[in-house]
């Protein structure tokens, strides 16, 4: 493939996902002003995309957009701002502040999963910060090669949040877009890093990767950032979603321990009012009565000796037949005799 050719498909692709990218955040946007839950998150239980996080969405978009058509100081603008919403937004996580931005332009009207209302999640504020970023960079004079390689290694990192989080919604892993204890990641700004991270590395490449006849370090570097990123997504998922499990089942477990406590108890305790409500009631017991009422209490309790019913009156009655009537002589013994 001639660079030509190279040249005109990462310049289609930018366009292409600054257009997905403006559509996706207009569309939220839309959602929030006419207060519709499926524009928003699609689905009841998910988080709602942020309003701030369409609003930068839109803006990367269009950062992009004005790439496309040499729009220098546009870009920039865009770049900038959405880089700032970001960073503020990762300020107000990392000190525990709120400086107003998350309801800045609308009270939200529906805060499901959602630690503060209005502020996106961790990781869509950390890809519009990289973003914006990226978007910046591309404008500045790049003398070294490193400097190069950092807007394809932002992008990817844009990607993988976004790819993860995608993944963790398909496959129902809810450790892949979650940070707890914040705000988890909407689907709708996990698909929007995808188009975001996938732009803005073509936007890279196409900058930096085509303007030199010398050999392209770009390939290597690229495929084991992106099997680095991908692989510690995968890893983190996974470590969390271990977590998950394991306290599932502990409390199932301790669950099912306390159910058959309570079942046995309850069982005991019925017995012993069957058996209190023969004896109180008839006056006079029948031995074969006496006898069926404790087997059945021992149904429930293997390691029941025997039972002595003791009247108003201290009389002992009518041990079982595998009491120890040592026990009744026995000075220790918490039966009462006469």
């Known amino acids: 493939m001639s660079k030509l050719d190279l040249t005109a498909k990462l310049d289609l692709v930018v366009l292409v996902a600054g257009e997905l990218a403006v559509a996706l955040g207009s569309v939220v946007l839309v959602g929030w002003y006419t207060h519709n839950p499926l524009l928003v998150q699609l689905r009841p239980m998910f ?24 729009r220098v100081r546009l870009e920039m603008v865009c770049g900038i701002v959405v880089a700032a919403i970001g960073l503020l937004t990762l300020y107000e996580y990392l000190f525990g502040l709120s400086l107003g931005l998350d309801q800045f332009f609308l009270q939200p009207f529906t805060t499901v999963r959602t630690s503060h ?8 504020a950390l890809s519009c910060f990289l ?18 390689l950092l807007p394809a290694l932002l992008s990817l990192l844009v990607g993988g949040l976004g790819l993860m989080g995608t993944l963790g919604y398909l496959t129902d892993v809810p450790t892949a877009y979650q940070w707890q204890p914040f705000t988890d990641m909407a689907v709708l700004s996990a698909v929007g890093c995808v188009i975001l991270g996938v732009g803005v590395m073509a936007a890279a490449w196409r900058h930096y990767g085509t303007d030199t006849s010398a050999p392209s370090p770009w390939t290597p570097v690229l ?33 099912s321990v306390q159910d058959a406590i309570t079942e046995q108890t309850v ?50 009655h009518g041990l079982g037949p595998l009491v120890d009537e040592e026990a009744l002589d026995d000075p220790y013994s918490d039966v009462p005799t006469r």
């Open 117 to 124: 209302p209005g502020r996106m999640s961790p990781q869509t």
């Open 47 to 70: 988080a709602p995309m942020q309003y701030n996080a369409a609003l930068s969405v839109l803006l990367c978009g269009l950062g992009l957009l004005a790439l496309s058509w040499k």
């Open 267 to 316: 069982s005991r305790l019925r017995s012993l009012e069957r058996m209190a409500q023969h004896w109180e009631g008839g006056g006079a017991f029948s031995p074969e009565v006496w006898e069926q009422d404790v087997a059945l209490l021992r149904r429930y309790d293997p390691y029941l000796q025997g039972v002595v019913w003791v009247d108003a009156s201290l009389w002992s």
């Open 223 to 255: 495929v084991g950032g992106g099997v680095t990123v991908v692989t510690l997504a995968l890893w983190h998922a996974l470590l969390a979603h271990e977590s998950v499990l394991v306290r599932r089942t502990v409390a199932l477990a301790a669950t």
């Open 131 to 148: 973003t914006g970023t990226v978007l910046v960079i591309l404008r500045l004079p790049a003398r070294h090669g490193l400097i190069r």
